[in-house]
């Protein structure tokens, strides 16, 4: 049998949505929109395009392996590829937790597999 990236994107969602589901978590990911222009009213509309993801969220192991530019409070967060419908952009997606802390994406890589993302997020709130 051969074992493809399908097999693995299949197995990563099982693993976080059912497997552990009881520490899974249901995010907000919002992605910036499209501005437009009102001439009538004169204003700028941005309204986000919004989705709903089941990931793990947790805090970083700061070993080896851990971003250069991590920071106290910074989150890990753990997504199956087949959980994102939206585009991740570093630096402008939020992630906004069920307890309503929002997180702003500080950087993003998928595995080899591309099963999972794995994202590093920042408080909004943080100096």
């Given amino acids: 049998m051969a074992v493809t990236s399908e097999y693995f994107q299949n197995?990563?969602?099982?693993?976080?949505?059912?497997t552990?589901?009881?520490?899974?978590q249901r995010v907000t990911h919002q992605t910036p929109g499209?501005?437009?222009?009102?001439?009538?009213?004169?204003?700028?509309?941005?309204?986000?395009?919004?989705?709903?993801?089941?990931?793990?969220?947790?805090?970083?192991?700061?070993?080896?392996?851990?971003?250069q530019d991590l920071l106290e409070g910074d989150l890990k967060m753990i997504v199956p590829s087949l959980n994102l419908n939206l585009p991740i952009t570093n630096q402008l997606d939020t992630m906004i937790l069920p307890n309503g802390e929002k997180y702003r994406v500080i950087s993003s890589?998928?595995?080899p597999a591309i099963a999972a993302w794995i994202l590093q997020l920042r408080s909004i709130n943080a100096t």
């Fill in 11 to 18: 197995l990563a969602a099982k693993l976080v949505n059912q």
């Fill in 20 to 24: 552990f589901g009881g520490v899974a």
């Fill in 34 to 67: 499209t501005a437009s222009y009102d001439p009538v009213t004169g204003v700028v509309l941005d309204i986000p395009t919004v989705e709903v993801v089941t990931a793990i969220v947790g805090p970083f192991n700061k070993g080896k392996n851990a971003p």
């Fill in 109 to 111: 890589k998928i595995d």
